[in-house]
Structures are given as C-alpha cells and as structure tokens.
C-alpha cells in the first residue's frame, strides 16, 4: 500500500465514522475532513468525478459549520413543580437505555426529595437535571443528561451558570456526584469538578 492509498483509506474511513455520529456538530466535522482528505485522493489519482464530487461535500460542511456557528440558540431552564411528573417519566422512560450508559445506578423511586429541572433549547427539552438537597449547603446530583444530539456543553455551561442562583436561594453551595463512567468523569471535569481525595469516583463542585 503506498501513501496515495493511504490517503483514500483515510478519507473513506472519516466520512464512514461521520455517519456514526449523533451530535451533528461532530458530524459536519469529521465528513469536511474526510471529503476534503477524499477530494485530495481524487486529484492526486486524476478521478476528477471523485475530487469534484468530495469538494461539493466540503464545501457544503464549511457552509452549514459557519450557519451552525452564526447560529444563536434560546436557553431557559424549566423546573418541574413537585407532583408533575407525567412528562418527566415519559422523557426518562425514553431515554433510559441511553441514561443508564452515564447513570448506571440512576433509579428514581430511591430518591427522597428530587428536584428536577429541565433544560430548554430553542423551546426543545434537551437536557434534564435531577438534584436532592442534603444537609450542611450540599446538593446530590442523580442525573445530569443531554440527549446524544446536544451534546455540545452549551447546555450545561447554561444550566450551571444560570442554576446557581436559585440554589444559593436554597442555601447550597456545593454539588456532589459519584460516578465511575469514564466519559461521564471526563465531562465532569470539563465541568469544574474535582475528585474527593479519598474516593475518585465522588466529585464535587462549590458553586
């Protein structure tokens, strides 16, 4: 195999794994390097169909990135009053293959006090985020879940930001959370948190 393959390999290899994506952001991504790698291949081989073929493809990812880019989305957070569940199990009913890849132990009936609050995208619930108050300022985090299409962090730096009032409100100052997924632990610290010193799995967030 000498390098020219190599470089189709790789193109063809990138555009197949953009189709496995669910976050669309990710998605425009990795399809403009593969049809741009793609294109390359194309004209190094002189198959001008392939290059003139790929080099639409890219140039239509650069297009919608920069929209996706210029693109403001509305945020808002909506709480869930304390007796209205009915759309809150529907969306974790939905979900929960999905939720139990991040929340293994997630189970909603064990929780004693949870408040909920929902996270609005364009008026669309894409993200939910359940909460139990402890003692001393400390809040127990059960769930904080995207759906796979937003997963882009906005909707988090949102929620923790614009959150953080109506838990002071509460008197809490501080977020915990276990958990032993790695890319759940990764978002985590993305996020602020650091792990307890005596147990990595528990993390927490002064807010």
Request: charged residues 20%; without cysteine; aromatic residues 16%.
């Amino acid at each position: 195999m000498n390098w020219i393959e190599i470089i189709g390999y790789s193109g063809s290899f990138l555009i197949a794994l953009s189709l496995t994506m669910n976050n669309i952001w990710r998605l425009r991504w990795i399809n403009l390097f593969g049809a741009g790698t793609f294109a390359v291949y194309g004209l190094l081989t002189q198959t001008y169909p392939v290059f003139a073929l790929n080099s639409f493809i890219t140039a239509i990812d650069v297009y919608y990135l920069v929209q996706m880019h210029r693109q403001k989305d509305y945020f808002t957070l909506s709480e869930v009053p304390k007796g209205s569940n009915l759309f809150l199990q529907r969306f974790l009913n939905f979900f929960k293959d999905d939720i139990r890849k991040f929340f293994p132990d997630f189970d909603w009936d064990s929780i004693s006090d949870p408040h909920s609050v929902f996270i609005l995208r364009n008026l669309l619930p894409v993200g939910l985020f359940i909460y139990e108050p402890l003692q001393n300022g400390v809040a127990k985090i059960h769930l904080d879940y995207a759906r796979p299409e937003y997963r882009d962090l906005r909707n988090a730096f949102y929620l923790f930001k614009h959150q953080k009032e109506r838990l002071h409100e509460m008197g809490i100052q501080k977020l915990v959370i276990k958990s032993h997924v790695k890319k759940h632990l990764k978002y985590l610290h993305k996020m602020g948190f650091k792990p307890d010193p005596t147990d990595k799995t528990m993390l927490f967030k002064k807010i």
